[in-house]
């Protein structure tokens, strides 16, 4: 082409702008990405949901029904649905109950938001009116919770029971539920308005014996047997010394050899050994200590053999390698500081024990150490179980039951469980989106709609029909009775606060609150962009 003086090359109007399908096409490709995850864990919801298994690259097994767990193994690539992973991890650590429901609702709310699209309705738009919509809705749950105090023992174990009763080890939930509560309550300031810490409570799994062997032990447990093969395998009157020096030959940082060429030398060398050892273990004596607590070393054994011999000889009790994450909990119950140097080891370090004692369990031994004296503020539980799966899965369901009671410690009220807080507020919501005006209207009804997920979902997971299951449940509560919901035992819609199935209001609030906070993320997004590594 031949391009003339006086001819000026156009600039191209609105190139920038001409492909708009693709913002488009990103957030479908995002929804449906986020939907996909929903969906493989919508299964898992309530207590007739039914359990996954998940089979690790390196051959592992574990079977779970806990979302928070199913998501975190779950190997997922799409950058939008690891957003959902993150959303019910976030939930895990906020309220740590609800981890299944917290990314159904959010798929819900992600198939309502394709179908604004579809409509024209713009993102932005949306996302604004579903910020508006989780406010409302959080307003409409508080109304419709009660407070409680937390010595209503009662209402704090059936709480912790509903939780327990859509897990594997929902039979025995009559006996972990009262344990959940004690544990958190002996960790609890009676007066603190604040958080539980669950590091105060330490769980030890045991392999051996059923889950109803699963005990609560006011006191502290190490999971290794006594060293000694002769020392005392039960102490009474017991004089705890947690030391951090090893018991044992001295040895360089850098490894040397030390070659002795005459018996005379090698002779010297042993004694020297043994001058040392037995200066430290007079010392011990000297103290009036008979139960020795010993952190792990890294570079040396930190009882020798020797030191073992002569340890037993002045019967006190060893409980060695005690790892170094665990020193801190050790401290914390016993009121203690670890001893860093053999100066330091006198009777003023040294800590009182009614009874001290190794004791079997299954095919393992452990310590116990009760009757602690000016005990510090926290407990132990020892969980039991036939074979490794059901004694992960015992764990992880005391996890959740012992989260459920911190979150009523933070937020002190209670709101009926099976599906009907969300038909609640699915109800109200869509009466109050009647009283918008243009695209808000819109937006509210669409919200509404979606939080009907759960009960759908609960009443498909227990073989009822949804359709009808849901519709009767919206009837019930349209007539003014909000404490309706499904009863998946007897498969009827009954008053479920009488059927003693309650959850915290704070599990609910963080459900809908993070829910709708991921998909607003979600929507906002318009192009992903790959960079240069």
Sequence with gaps: M???????AKKPQGQAYKDKSKPADIRLSNINAAKAVSDAIRTSLGPRGMDKMIQASNGEVTITNDGATILKQMNVIHPAAKMLVELSRAQDVEAGDGTTSVVVVAGALLEAVEKLLQMGIHPTAISEAFQRCSAKAVEILTEMSRPIELN???????????????KVVSQHSSMLA???VDAVLKVTEPNAQGSVDLKN???IRSL????????????????????????????????IGLIQFCISAPKTDMDHSVIVSDYAAMDRVLKEERAYILNIVKQIKKSGCNVLLVQKSILRDAVSDLAQHFLDKIKVMVV???????IEFVCKTLKCRPIASLDHFVAESLVNADLVEEVASGSTKFVKVTGIQNMGQTVSIVVRGSNKLVLEEADRSLHDALCVIRCLVKKRALIAGGGAPEIEMALQLAAYAQTQQGVDAYCFRAFANALEVIPSTLAENAGLNPIATVTELRNRHAQGEKNAGINVRKGAITDILAENVVQPLLVSISSITLASE????????????NTMQ
């Design 201 to 203: 409570i330490k769980i």
């Design 518 to 529: 991921t998909v607003r993320s979600i929507l906002k997004i318009d192009d992903i962009i």
């Design 152 to 166: 209503d023992r009662e209402s704090l174990v059936k709480s912790a029971s509903t939780s327990l009763n859509s």
């Design 208 to 239: 051996g014996g059923t889950i109803e062997d699963t005990e609560l032990i006011d006191g502290l447990v190490f999971t290794q047997r006594s060293s000694g093969v002769n020392g005392p395998k039960r102490v009474e009157k017991a004089k």
């Design 320 to 326: 060695k390698d005690i790892e170094r994450e665990d």
């Design 178 to 180: 009262p344990l959940a």
């Design 2 to 8: 031949v391009v003339k003086p006086n001819m000026v």
